[in-house]
C-alpha cells in the first residue's frame, strides 16, 4: 500500500508552486538543445496521464456512463412496446423524465468514472471506487482554489 505522500503526488499531477514561463514568440527560434528546452519537454512527459491509468478511466467511464445511456436508449423502445400493445397508456412526461434522468445519469458517470480511477499506477482501486473519488474531487477542488489564487495574486 503506498504512503500517504505518494499517494498525493503522481506524476502527471502539476505541481503547487509553478512559475511563470514565457512563452517563445514567432520571432524568438527554439534551440532545442538547450537546457530549459529539455526540462520542459520532460516536464510535460510528467503531466501525461500513464496509459495503464487511461484506460482504466475509459473502461470505468464505459460501465458508469455506457449502462445508464443505454437503458436511456432502451427506455424509448420499452415505453413504444408498452404503449403498441396497449397494456396502459404512458403519459408523454413520465417518458421525457425517465430517459432525461437516465441520461443525465450517463452524463454524471462520465465524471464518477474519471475521479473514482485510482491514478495510482500500481494500485487498481476498489469496484465502485468511492475512496478513490473522495481523494480525487479534493485534489481537483485544491487544484481550482490554487489556480483562481494564482490568477488573483499574478493581476
Not at 445511456?69 to 396497449?86: M, N
Not at 425517465?98 to 476498489?126: C, P
Amino acid at each position: 500500500m503506498p504512503s500517504s505522500s505518494n499517494r498525493n503526488s503522481l506524476p502527471f499531477e502539476p505541481k503547487k508552486n509553478k512559475k511563470v514561463v514565457k512563452k517563445a514568440t514567432n520571432n524568438t527560434p527554439i534551440n532545442k538543445s538547450d537546457k530549459n528546452f529539455q526540462e520542459k519537454k520532460e516536464s510535460a512527459s510528467l503531466r501525461e496521464i500513464p496509459e495503464v491509468v487511461s484506460k482504466r478511466m475509459i473502461r470505468r467511464m464505459a460501465i458508469f456512463s455506457g449502462m445508464p445511456t443505454g437503458l436511456g436508449i432502451f427506455s424509448f423502445f420499452a415505453f413504444y412496446f408498452v404503449v403498441k400493445q396497449e397494456w396502459f397508456k404512458v403519459p408523454n412526461t413520465a417518458v421525457l423524465l425517465v430517459s432525461m434522468g437516465l441520461f443525465g445519469l450517463g452524463v454524471l458517470g462520465l465524471s464518477y468514472g474519471i475521479l473514482s480511477t485510482s491514478w495510482d499506477e500500481e494500485r487498481v482501486g476498489t469496484w465502485w471506487g468511492w475512496s478513490d473519488f473522495t481523494l480525487n474531487f479534493s485534489r481537483m477542488t485544491s487544484a481550482w482554489r490554487n489556480a483562481r489564487q494564482e490568477s488573483i495574486n499574478n493581476k
